[in-house]
Each structure stands twice: as C-alpha cells, then as structure tokens.
C-alpha cells in the first residue's frame, strides 16, 4: 500500500464537529500529505471517522493510529477493514494495538494480562474471519503499534509493518533491524513549530506528559538510555529533544530526514498547539511548504 512519504498524525478532529473534520481532511489533501492518522482512545470512534473522512476527499488515504484490539473482536475488526477497503480502495490502512493497562483494565474493563499473546491470537483469528458481502477475501494492509522487539517481529510476521509511537530516531534504526529491508516502517514525530526556544520546550512538555504516565512508553525510552529522571516534569530537556523536533521548520524536516536516514519507510508528524485539543492547522501549512524537498 502507497502511503507517500510524509504523513499528518493528529488527535485533535474529535475536538471538532464532524463536518470541520471533513473540512481540515480536505484542507490537508490540497496540501499534498497523503495520508493521515487518527488514533483511538475514549473519543470518536475511529472507524467512523475514517469513513467521513474519506468520503469528503478524493486521494487521502486514512491510517489508525492506532486501533485497539480490546474495543472489538477480531472478526468485526477484520470486516470493518474488507469493508473499507472495498468502498475506498487502496486508501485505508488499518493500525491495530494493545493500547496501554489503564485504558484496556479500567476504562474498558478487559485483562491486560497477556497483551503480546492476545495481539497473535486476535491476528489469526482476522486471517480466519468468515466475510459474507462483497469485498477483498483476503485481509489488506495492517500495521501493528511495535515498540519492543517482540512485537516488532509479529509486525514483519503476521503483519505489514509497525507504526512506533513516541520514540526517538534511535528507535527508527532498531525497529528497521528487527523488521526486515520490506515491511512498512512509519514511525509518528511530534514537532513544536516555534522559534522561541523555552516557550517551545514548554509547548513539547505539554504534549508528552500524558505519554509520560504510561508504562510501555516510559519502559521504552529506558532501552534508550534515558532513567526516572528524564521522565520527571514533563521531561528532561534531553528527552525533549529526542522525542519532540523544537524549532522552525528545517528543524522539522531535519528530523523527518534523520527517520529515513534509519530506515523509516513513512513518517506521520504530529504538529504539536498550544494544548491537545488545538487544530494546527498554520503548523500544517508550514510543514507543507518545508517538505518540498522529501
């Protein structure tokens, strides 16, 4: 599947009425980003969503960032997929998860137990989903949210590729070793598009410190070489750094080129605002004028 090479990763569209989400869709398609990611958490859901959203453009393809495992079973997840892909051919990828404990355990109530062992049961079980309507028979692209070597490895083997969240390039070149030269490697960057150095930091602290509280990513950036230290406060300005691309534009694309240069296939940048629920959509203009030369 033909993603492009840059994509647009946000959260913020269940801020905003449904038809203003078709809208901004559409704004980033004239812009030349080829595909967008949406995630799901406890808002919109996703499937949705992606069905508004591709309905209101005409080459936009739509990603989950991720999808969780725990809000559906397998046979509904892979026949939403068919059924996405039939109506709007070629421009739906699927990203499947295993979120985080506290959103599975008390927010939906499920057993986080065996996320890894659940992930390889739910993908056999969408390869043997019985699909009674007109659409492919065979499960199309699927990217897995892989940040250990485990689940990385599933994604080159029962998947199509991973989609890394909140990681550093060093990240990239890893998940690139574990995959494989072939399977799709689309690794998310957040960036804070702000020439003012500590307001920048500031604006990049706000944005991680949700990520921060959740074990899989903290653990994580511990391969890395980062301690408890650099989580404290929203982060250390090392792992700001490593995470978050503060500054103008060509910082930006410096380090979307830093992603490739480690194997990335794709990158889905998040432009950080102000807060979570703030549309950037002046950072996506800005970016889109930056990424001329990828």
């Known amino acids: 599947m033909d993603i492009g090479r840059v994509g647009i990763w946000t959260g913020v569209l269940d801020s905003v009425p449904s038809a203003e989400a078709q809208r901004l869709a559409r704004q980033?398609?004239?812009?030349?980003?080829?595909?967008?990611?949406?995630?799901?958490?406890?808002?919109?859901?996703?499937f949705v969503t992606a069905t508004l959203l591709l309905s209101a453009t005409k080459t936009l393809k739509v990603a989950t960032g991720i999808a969780n495992i725990y809000a559906r079973d397998a046979l509904t997840m892979a026949n939403t997929q068919r059924s996405l892909e039939e109506a709007f051919p070629g421009r739906f990828l699927l990203g499947l998860g295993v979120s985080h404990s506290h959103l599975v355990d008390r927010v939906r109530h499920h057993d986080y137990s065996k996320p890894y062992s659940k992930m390889v049961q739910y993908l056999d079980d969408m390869d043997n989903a019985l699909f009674m309507a007109v659409g492919p028979s065979e499960?199309?692209?699927?990217?897995?949210?892989?940040?250990?070597?485990?689940?990385?490895?599933?994604?080159?083997?029962?998947?199509?590729?991973?989609?890394?969240?909140?990681?550093?390039?060093d990240h990239t070149a890893m998940a690139r070793e574990t995959l494989g030269a072939d399977?799709?490697?689309?690794?998310?960057?957040?960036?804070?598009l702000d020439t003012d150095r500590e307001r920048g930091l500031q604006t990049a602290r706000n944005g991680m410190a949700v990520y921060l509280r959740a074990p899989n990513y903290v653990n994580n950036l511990k391969r890395f070489g980062f301690t408890d230290d650099d989580m404290d406060n929203g982060g250390s300005e090392k792992l700001v750094d490593a995470i978050v691309a503060v500054g103008d534009v060509k910082t930006a694309v410096d380090r979307v080129e830093q992603h490739f240069a480690a194997g990335a296939s794709h990158v889905c940048v998040q432009v950080l605002g102000e807060d979570l629920r703030s549309v950037p959509a002046s950072g996506w203009?800005?970016?889109?004028?930056?990424?001329?030369?990828?």
């Open 285 to 294: 203009r800005e970016l889109a004028a930056g990424l001329g030369s990828l």
């Open 28 to 46: 980033l398609e004239e812009m030349g980003f080829p595909t967008l990611w949406i995630p799901e958490t406890i808002g919109r859901d996703p």
């Open 139 to 169: 499960r199309p692209a699927t990217v897995l949210a892989a940040l250990g070597p485990k689940m990385l490895k599933l994604s080159a083997d029962k998947a199509d590729g991973a989609h890394p969240y909140f990681v550093p390039v």
């Open 183 to 192: 399977p799709i490697l689309a690794p998310e960057q957040m960036v804070v």
